[in-house]
């Protein structure tokens, strides 16, 4: 046999058996892959938008649980950058609700709480999707349950004329309370009569302005 063929065909009998090893290791790291457990999908957080400095701002109202009161809501003046979306300012609003009070106010929700998205849904709904860290960083109770549920949904009815009810996700889902008490499963509605403000004109004793 002349030697360039027997060259050859060692040549590639070596691809074959390198080719056959690879293709080995590839099946055993497809299989090592598919024993792993499935991933869960990191939330896409959202940051808060980005806006010019020299941007139009407006006044806002945060509702806060009242440190000294049980069950209160207290009011507290921020600014915020004007938008035309409703949703880029509903972003700005839960964003500062979750940083938290200016005024020694009590946390609205647990400040490992991050927002995953706002939607706007039908007419009058804005759809708040926040991680699972608001239910289970919670430290329960009814009232602190209503003043976080309703801190989230006062401060964006009261500011955004757009929306007249709040439904709140956890973590892209729809879930039966924030921690074990109101339900979430439908669009709440504003409610002012925990707050010292009983409409949307009144502006007495807000506090807190940045």
Known sequence: MPRHIRLGMMVLALLLVGGAVYFMNLQRQVQRLADLPPEVRAPALMEEPAFE???????????FASAEVDGQLEAEEREIYASEEVTLEAKQILVALIKGSLSGHMPALPAETRLREVYRAEAGLLV???????????????????????????SLTHNLPEVSEVQILIDGAEADTLAGHIDLRRPLPQDLSMT??????????ISGQE
């Open 53 to 63: 400095a020299t941007a139009p701002r407006k006044k806002v109202v945060l509702f």
């Open 128 to 154: 708040v999707d926040i991680t699972g860290e608001a239910s289970v960083r919670h430290p329960g109770g009814i009232t602190g349950e209503v003043s976080s549920v309703y801190s989230v949904v006062n």
């Open 196 to 205: 010292t403000m009983q409409n949307k004109d009144e502006m007495t004793g």
